[in-house]
């Protein structure tokens, strides 16, 4: 039989960029799809145990193998932030426009714009939890350029690259990007099973 697994988010753009990794491998059930509509709380002070805790508590909540991810913007320039609190960086129940903003406006001037994104993946399976990471080196832009993808993906050019994630095709971001990357490791472990 297929493995099924649930995927711990309502994000949409997460749900696709996964999926379109996942292919036909794994039958991927998003939340929705389970009538689940609210938001998982975060509170950790890392990814990981954000990762961790969104996992749990959809584990313990549907008793069902799922994973979760978590994924911050690390910007050197400013000391690591936003970082984990990328979501919520210009304040609570902001957009991903204002964030962008906020962003902008804090790297004005500043020469070093290196940056990275990185996620966490936690996997619980039959109650045990397994991590996966990846990381995606590259610098913030001084506008934003194209609309594809989500969050920042407008300001962030990956390292080695002449565009930003918004101006890439999902199958493009996804080969070089941070949840690529781990959503791959997460399939070899699955698949080795
Ligand atoms: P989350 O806590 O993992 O949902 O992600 C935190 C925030 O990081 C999101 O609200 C987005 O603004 C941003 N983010 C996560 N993944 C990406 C990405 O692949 N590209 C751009 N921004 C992202």
């Not at 292919?23 to 709380?41: A, W």
């Not at 903003?101 to 714009?113: A, F, I, S, V, Y």
């Not at 999902?170 to 781990?182: D, F, M, V, W």
Request: charged share 30%; aromatic share 10%.
């Amino acid at each position: 039989m297929m493995k099924e697994i649930i995927i711990a988010t309502n994000n949409k753009h997460k749900v696709e960029e996964i999926q379109q990794e996942i292919g036909k491998k794994i039958k991927i059930i998003p939340l929705k799809e389970l009538g689940f509509r609210e938001d998982i709380p975060e509170t950790g002070s890392t990814l990981k145990e954000n990762a961790r805790q969104k996992a749990r508590f959809v584990f313990e909540k549907f008793g069902k193998d799922c994973f979760a991810d978590d994924t911050g913007l690390e910007v050197n320039a400013l000391g690591g932030r936003p970082g984990v609190y990328s979501a919520r960086y210009a304040g609570e129940k902001c957009s991903f426009d204002d964030n962008i903003n906020l962003l902008l406006e804090e790297m004005n001037g500043k020469t070093d714009r290196t940056a990275c994104f990185k996620t966490v993946i936690c996997l619980i399976e039959n109650g045990e939890e397994k991590y996966f990471e990846g990381i995606c080196k590259g610098n913030i832009t001084t506008e934003r350029y194209g609309n594809k993808g989500f969050g920042y993906d407008p300001v962030f050019i990956p390292e080695g690259y002449g565009e930003s994630f918004a101006e890439m095709s999902g199958e493009e971001k996804n080969k070089i990007s941070h949840r690529g990357k781990a959503i791959r490791q997460l399939i070899q472990y699955l698949a080795k099973k």
